[in-house]
Structure formats: C-alpha cells, structure tokens
C-alpha cells in the first residue's frame, strides 16, 4: 500500500508535519499544538492510541456524541435513549484516555448525532475553525476520505473546510480506518497508494492500547476489527469531494446508515459552494 517503514521520513509532506510524524516514530513529546478531530468517541483510539500520550498540547474533538437517533445501537447495547448511550460512550472515551496516559488540554464535542454530521457539515466546519483557531493548531490528525462511514467522510471534509479559515492553515495528517475492498472490509489500512508512515508498536504500546480499547465496552465487536499492533498516518492528499473515494459500493452504502453515496455528495457540494 506504498507504506514507508518505521524508521523513514516521509520527505514529500510539510515541514511541521514531517517534524510531527518524526517524533511519534522516535517516540518524542509533541510539543506543538496538535488537534485530533474524530467522528466518533472511540475513533482517537483506533487511529493513534498508542502514541496520543506523546501529544503535550493536545485539542481532542469528537463532532458526533456517538449515539444514532435511530436507537437500534443503543437498544443492543442495553440503553433506551440516545442520551444514555451517549453519556456511557463519554465515560468510556474518560476511562480510555486513563488507560493510555492522555491528557488533552481540552476535549470538545461538536455535538452532531452519529450517523448525522453530513446533514450539517458547514455549520460544523465554522465551530470547528474556531476551536483550531483558539489552540493555535499547528496540525490536525483526522480520518481519511475513504467511503467507510458517513460521518468519518463528514469530519474529512469539515476538517479540510476548517483549515481554510486559518490564518495559518495546519498540516493536515491522516489516519486509516476501514473502507470497502474487493474481498470485504478492509481495516487499518490506507485506500490507494499514496505514501505513508507505518510505525510498528512495542509490546508496551500494544498493551496500552488494547487497554484503551478495553474501555470502550458498548464498541467491543466493532472494535476488535482493528490492528493493535501499528499505527500508520500520512500527509491529506487533494481530495475531490464530489467524486466517490473508490469505484463501486461505498462501504457504508451497504448499512442503513442514513445517507447513500450521491445524497453525501450533494450535501458536500453545497458546503463546499458556501464555504
């Protein structure tokens, strides 16, 4: 998948964001400020669970709270309201970051439902460019756009949105999840070719980020998807959000996950016709 090993720089990517990816591979404090926007609680600790505990100025937003308003996740996790299901995941995301040695100086919830952030990505983008502005964000590791979830393509695009407005436009890194492949799911693991930064985990760092993962009860089987032993991370190529990711089904396309692939598309036309 055109992964760099451990050790090498990545020689194509911004000066800040080379310094960045340098540190966590030498496992170094990450002394500039750095936000990680996920869709989902749960999401930091798939994309970098291991190596958050390296970031010293850390901005940790989540644009959803987690809980589909559908209910059908909630009921078979074992609560009746989204509320409910949405206050566990916040304490599961506490006890997650615990377990790693995460101390973020701010947590920040943008407060879409899950399954929902593509209904309002521009209104999302706008406090999102506010909260980059006031950390001084020298970065943003985010999710790519890779058709495995509407609200992970939401978040790439509000990200991306985000960064315009600042007076000086973070790197943007990305962290794999999972996308739709010829065989099924594939997770952990960049769409395309572009070039990465695949860092091999210690016993130690798998151990701290299985404990992580632990945390996140109600997300057990979806989690258990996900390698524990690397964390991989690339500078954003250009996307062009009006053109699906891949050819064929999206994965999410699949799931009754409350947008299709066209309808995502329009919505992110508009936002980006406003921004």
Not at 29 to 56: K, N
Not at 62 to 81: C, E, I, K, Q, Y
Not at 223 to 229: G, K, P, T
Request: with cysteine; hydrophobic share 45%; aromatic share 6%.
């Amino acid at each position: 998948m055109g992964e760099r090993a451990v050790g090498r720089a990545a020689d194509d990517m911004g000066a800040i964001g080379s310094d960045i990816l340098e540190r966590l591979v030498r496992r170094v404090p990450v002394e500039a400020p750095v936000a990680v926007v996920v869709a989902h609680p749960d999401d930091e600790t798939i994309g970098a669970g291991a190596l958050l505990y390296l970031f010293q100025k850390l901005l940790l937003v989540h644009v959803t709270d987690g809980a589909p308003r559908n209910l059908s996740d909630a009921r078979a996790a074992g609560f009746s309201s989204a509320a409910d299901y949405a206050a566990a995941r916040r304490g599961e995301l506490a006890a997650a970051l615990r377990a790693g040695g995460v101390v973020p100086e701010e947590i920040a919830e943008l407060g879409a439902p899950d399954q929902g952030a593509s209904f309002a990505m521009p209104g999302l983008a706008g406090t999102l460019a506010e909260l980059l502005a006031g950390h001084q964000a020298a970065a943003v590791l985010t999710h790519p756009y890779e058709g495995g979830h509407p609200d992970h393509d939401a978040t790439t695009l509000i990200v991306h949105l985000a960064g315009q407005r600042q007076k000086r436009r973070p790197e943007i890194l990305e962290m794999p999840f999972y996308h739709a492949g010829e065989g099924g799911l594939v997770s952990s693991r960049f769409l395309g070719d572009g070039a990465a930064v695949e860092i091999v985990l210690s016993p130690e760092e798998c151990e701290r980020k299985r404990a992580m993962i632990a945390a996140f009860a109600t997300q057990r089987a979806t989690l258990a998807q996900f390698r524990v032993d690397k964390e991989s991370f690339r500078a954003a190529p250009t996307y062009d959000f009006l053109q699906p990711p891949h050819a064929g089904r999206l994965h999410y396309e699949w799931y009754d996950w409350g947008i299709a692939g066209p309808e995502w598309r329009e919505l992110a036309r508009k936002a980006l016709a406003g921004a």
